[in-house]
């Protein structure tokens, strides 16, 4: 099974901030949001990680040593990085909505995204086949991530909502892929 998984949350995040390679650490209910993600999941034999700083603290609480993968880190926003999701131009949000290979300037499309993402999952796929392992990373990895394992194309970003130390199940069979479940959250009911 592969375990995609989203990192804690950071006080850029609760701010509603576009936040790519940006690298703040988890806030204090991010911390608790990694620590009971982790116990849901329960033992695995493998913890892959974005190297960024809120994702490898997310990969540190399942207890294993952490293999890090830059084919993990989130979307690059380039200019747009810490801005304000509502401080983003209409225009800028209609550009990039109709065309995967559109990158604010400085930053990345998500069709790179997607390869990059694809090309880490496709690594993944023998392993997860016999094992339990755990990717944690980002929200535009994990949509490319569903992508992937559905078979579709990477349009489908601007349609899922994906909430922090959320999970994402592939279960890896003699067909592929097949997803067991997005944005999983009964986790973090009590907090």
């Not at 576009?18 to 695995?44: C, E, F, K, S, Y």
């Not at 400085?106 to 392992?133: F, I, K, P, T, Y």
């Not at 992508?147 to 069979?173: N, T």
Request: some cysteine.
């Amino acid at each position: 099974m592969l375990h995609v998984v989203r990192h804690g949350r950071t006080e850029a995040n609760a701010a509603g901030l576009l936040l790519g390679l940006l690298d703040p650490d988890l806030d204090a209910l991010g911390i608790r949001q990694a620590t009971a993600v982790a116990a849901a999941i329960g033992p695995v034999d493998r913890v892959v990680s974005s190297p960024l700083l809120r994702a490898v603290r997310t990969a540190e609480a399942f207890g294993l040593d952490v293999k890090t993968d830059d084919r993990w880190l989130e979307l690059d926003y380039g200019d747009l990085d810490g801005t304000s999701v509502f401080d983003v131009p209409s225009s800028t949000w209609v550009q990039w909505r109709a065309d995967l290979d559109w990158a604010p300037p400085g930053g990345e499309s998500h069709a790179a995204l997607g390869e990059r993402v694809r090309s880490a999952c496709e690594d993944l796929l023998a392993e997860a086949a016999g094992s339990e392992v755990v990717v944690v990373t980002h929200v535009s990895p994990i949509k490319a991530a569903l992508a992937w394992a559905l078979g579709v194309g990477d349009e489908i970003a601007w349609r899922c909502f994906v909430a922090p130390a959320s999970v994402l199940r592939i279960a890896v069979g003699p067909g592929g892929p097949t997803v067991q479940s997005f944005n999983d959250v009964a986790h973090l009911g009590a907090l």
